[in-house]
């Protein structure tokens, strides 16, 4: 029985030669992602710009995927619901009222438990509170903390664990992967919630893991071809580690398709991150990382061992 190989072996692939077109296209898509951000803004989720919560108790467990188009067909805006400590307790969370009437907020509640009363005989309410700006400002304060010093550590950790050149490479392709992530979500105005930001720091673990594997086989290179051409040994690196960034990419995006398919309503705005994500983060780690280290200067010498005395000092590791 044959292996499947996605990719075939011993590729000889000049992606360096066409880093500037890659280089030119990764700040097109940054600029644009960023002003997207800027002009359109995200759609913030209940989470982060606050709203109404009712907790409520059912006599069995609902199924949130029809309790949520139930929600929904009341009018009081898009739903987003939370099993809350058990299974037949569930929180909704709704959009606060545009009007400024005080009593809008009281008619939402009521009209949400009327309408869940007649579907649900013996549901209970225990609460019904507004979520208020401060704990949403809050949130968005440390979901952009969480984000940020993702990227700063692991950056460091790359300056650290390899040249300041790795460090910087690192941080300017996850800043790119992360903005064009935002970008998204402002072109398609998919909500933007707590579940997203779990999905971009996942698509910064992915894409560092991406670069990490990359990167350790291009340190690998430097001191096994100590005197072989930077970009040579960039391609080389690269073309060793493409069957394996490759095949984990595909099998990746296969498992996300299914859950794009039958995860339903509420996975649908993860798993388009998740899929972008793992699109974009490929395209840097192969185009973008590995690349720019030289245009950073990286040289091979920064591996070399320290000399040796005697005969064996002239020896050079070339194969």
Do not use: C
């Not at 401060?134 to 950790?157: D, W």
Request: no cysteine; aromatic share 8%; hydrophobic share 50%.
């Amino acid at each position: 029985m044959r292996l499947l190989k996605l990719v075939p072996d011993n590729t000889n692939i000049g992606f360096v030669r066409l880093r500037h077109w890659a280089f030119g296209l990764t700040i097109l898509l940054t600029v644009a992602a960023a002003a997207l951000v800027g002009l359109r803004g995200l759609n913030l989720g209940v989470d982060f710009v606050g709203g109404v919560m009712i907790e409520a108790h059912f006599k069995q467990p609902p199924v949130l995927d029809q309790l949520r188009g139930e929600v929904d067909r009341v009018g009081v805006g898009e739903a987003a619901l939370q099993q809350f400590g058990a299974a037949d307790t569930v929180s909704i969370r709704l959009p606060m009222p545009t009007s400024a009437d005080e009593g809008a907020t009281n008619k939402i509640v009521r009209a949400v438990e009327d309408d869940l009363a007649k579907r649900y005989p013996g549901v209970s309410f225990n609460r019904a509170e507004t979520v208020s700006g401060k704990v949403s400002g809050e949130l968005i304060r440390n979901g952009m903390l969480a984000v940020f010093l993702a990227v700063f550590g692991i950056a460091l950790f790359s300056w650290f664990r390899y040249e300041w050149q790795f460090g910087v490479s690192t941080f300017v392709a996850i800043a790119h992967d992360l903005l064009v992530t935002l970008g998204f979500f402002a072109l398609t105005q998919l909500e933007f919630d707590l579940n997203i930001v779990a999905a971009v720091l996942t698509i910064i673990g992915y894409s560092i893991n991406d670069k990490i594997v990359i990167d350790d086989r291009i340190r690998e290179n430097m001191r096994k071809y100590r005197q072989m051409d930077m970009r040579a040994l960039i391609d080389l690196s690269v073309n060793e580690t493409l069957p394996r960034t490759v095949m984990t990419s595909v099998t990746i995006l296969l498992a996300l398709g299914a859950m794009l398919i039958f995860g339903g309503p509420v996975l649908r705005g993860f798993t388009a991150a998740m899929m972008l994500g793992v699109v974009v983060g490929t395209y840097s780690s192969i185009y973008v990382s590995s690349s720019l280290l030289i245009s950073l200067g990286l040289k091979p010498q920064p591996f070399a061992a320290a000399p040796k005395k005697g005969p064996a000092s002239r020896a050079e590791r070339i194969s």
